[in-house]
């Protein structure tokens, strides 16, 4: 059944499912889902209450459901790439719907590439939903990573939502609503769904026969993120090589204050990042953001508030004081620009030597 996709978000959901009961349901929604809070897993569930299909295999057979999502152009033809060339690769993705943007790009095996949607999928989308619904009832567009359309595919989406189709349901998920055109913004019923309770973690890895209190303390480290309990539970060793590496950052950086010869280890280290898969250098960098965050609870006196936990017995206590007023704000922006170049595919080698230079200036800034 659709309904054991979703973990949490009962009360939007059976909101949900009785406004599409009442056939009261918008013609456009967007879910914002920030964290793995489960805006995928939403949007399938509402596409089986309009379609009449309550099982993954029936709605994803059913002839009027259309998936758009950010691809890779693997094609040597030079045609374009859409989203239908890769639907048995989705459907796998979509049978634990809570993967990110970045389990997705592995899966495709993108490299250093970038997905995005792109004005031929668009086109593609324009023509097929144009067609007399195969049911004879409603179709429904699910657009996940809404925030992937480039300037022209966004601007073409937003004349088909201007004038949509007879009985044609459009479901965005988006990980970022500023990331979208504020026309289509107006357009759609936005939904923010909200980080999920340590409880209702813990009650889905229960019955996923994780042991209860394994499950109470991945819940206590997932800020409320269903994929980020189910990548503690299956990936942890990923979470401890990037552990690992950001210590070994951290503590090279400290040292390079007084010992100018570190140098040469610094861009070694940016050097074995460079290495790395790009999905996987996101993925450091937004543990290198927890990690400052972390630091900055327990800096102010709000330990209580963190979930943080090393692999390595590392101790936080003695980190915490390098992160102040003096620093954090930098120390943030930092790390959020070289996601952001990261997701822009810069040159990674680059990018983490000046990271890591910055942070040797950075965390030897004392608070005034």
Known sequence: ???????????????????????????????????????????????????????????????????????????????????????????????NPYGSYEDWMQLLSAGNKQGLIGKHEIESLHKKIALKAYSGGAKVVVLWGAETLNETAANKMLKILEEPPTQTFFIFVASDAKKLLSTIQSRGQISVLHPLKQEEIIAGLVTNQTPIEQAQNIASRSDGSWHKALAFTTNSSAEQYYESLWIKGLRSAFQAKNNKGIVLELMQWAEELSRMQRPEQIAFVQYALDFIRHGMLYSYGASKASTFHSFHNFDINRFAPFINSANVIELVTLLDQSHYHLVRNANAKILFSDLVLKLTRLLHQKEV
């Open 1 to 95: 059944m659709l309904d054991d996709l979703l973990v949490g978000q009962k009360i939007l959901a059976n909101n949900l499912k009785e406004t599409a009961k009442r056939k009261q349901l918008p013609h456009f929604q967007i879910f914002i889902d920030e964290n793995g809070y489960g805006g995928l897993a939403l949007s399938l569930l509402v596409a089986g209450e309009i379609l009449n299909a309550q099982t993954h295999q029936a709605l994803f057979n059913h002839p009027d459901l259309h998936f758009v999502f950010p691809v890779i152009n693997n094609s040597s033809s030079g045609s374009k790439s859409i989203s239908s060339d890769f639907l048995d690769l989705w459907r796998g993705f979509c049978e």
